[in-house]
């Protein structure tokens, strides 16, 4: 997972200060079959999300990580600002996207320490949020929402019978990537972006049945 703000449930401050985690973090997480076709559909997913707004706009990616999902922004036409709490992390991503220049920035910060002047086009968030318990969620939707301008991406878990059995099967046999700890319901999610002062307009599942990671992209529901 990339991170950006830690919460009491999960706290891998240190682990992703190193640099040896942080140079093999892609490799450990998609060089297997499952990982190159979580890590395509990520990406098809966020160019969808993106693929409507104009090149030049701007864009925050929190938390960044290695840049696994900035460099699809880029690749647009965006500009992007990469924010994350682990620095090995960040530079990773400064050197694998070393050729877009000045059009990709970056800065060692948690979300709730961001000058409230600085805000974005948009504000990507990908399988951040799902680790944190709903009170900490509702909180750093929040802290999301007020650098975006315009829209939100998130990556979520949709909490389902389905996905409750599905994810007992994953914890018990280890046979696949950690599910979401967190997931939530889709009146839960309704009412974080409500609160936000968001609302969805459209969504791509990642993998229906298979996986419940859903993509969500959501827009101000009144003035900027």
Same mark, same amino acid.
């Given at each position: 997972m990339d991170n950006l703000h830690y919460g009491k449930a999960w706290d891998p401050t240190r682990h992703?200060? %190193? #640099? !040896? *985690?942080?140079?093999?973090?892609?490799?450990?997480?998609?060089s297997s079959l499952a990982g190159r076709l979580f890590n395509f559909l990520d990406r098809r997913a966020v160019r969808h999300a993106l693929a409507d707004l104009p090149a030049g706009s701007t864009l925050a990616d929190m938390p960044c990580g290695t840049g696994r999902l900035t460099d699809v922004a880029l690749t647009l036409g965006f &500009?992007?600002? /990469?924010? @994350?709490i682990a620095p090995?992390?960040? =530079?990773? !991503?400064?050197?694998?996207? #070393?050729?877009? /220049? %000045?059009?990709?920035? +970056?800065?060692? =910060? @948690?979300i709730r320490s961001l000058d409230p002047a600085r805000r974005f086009d948009v504000v990507l968030s990908a399988r951040f949020l799902m680790h944190f318990p709903p009170d900490e969620q509702r909180s750093l939707i929040t802290a999301l929402a007020r650098r975006a301008r315009r829209r939100l991406v998130l990556t979520h878990g949709i909490?389902? =019978?389905?996905?409750?059995?599905?994810?007992a099967l994953k914890r !018990?046999? /280890?046979?696949?990537q950690n599910p979401a700890a967190f997931?939530?319901?889709e009146v839960e999610l309704a009412q974080m972006l409500a609160a936000a /002062?968001?609302?969805?307009i459209r969504r791509n599942r990642l993998?229906?049945?298979? &996986?419940? #990671?859903? *993509?969500? *992209? #959501?827009?101000? +529901?009144? !003035? &900027?």
């Open positions: 992703y200060q %190193d #640099a !040896a *985690v942080a140079d093999d973090y892609d490799r450990a997480r998609f &500009s992007v600002h /990469g924010i @994350d090995a992390m960040l =530079a990773v !991503a400064r050197r694998r996207l #070393a050729a877009f /220049g %000045d059009r990709f920035t +970056t800065a060692v =910060a @948690d909490d389902t =019978a389905l996905h409750r059995g599905r994810r !018990a046999t /280890g046979l696949f997931p939530v319901t /002062g968001f609302r969805e993998l229906p049945v298979v &996986s419940e #990671a859903v *993509v969500i *992209v #959501a827009e101000r +529901t009144g !003035a &900027s």
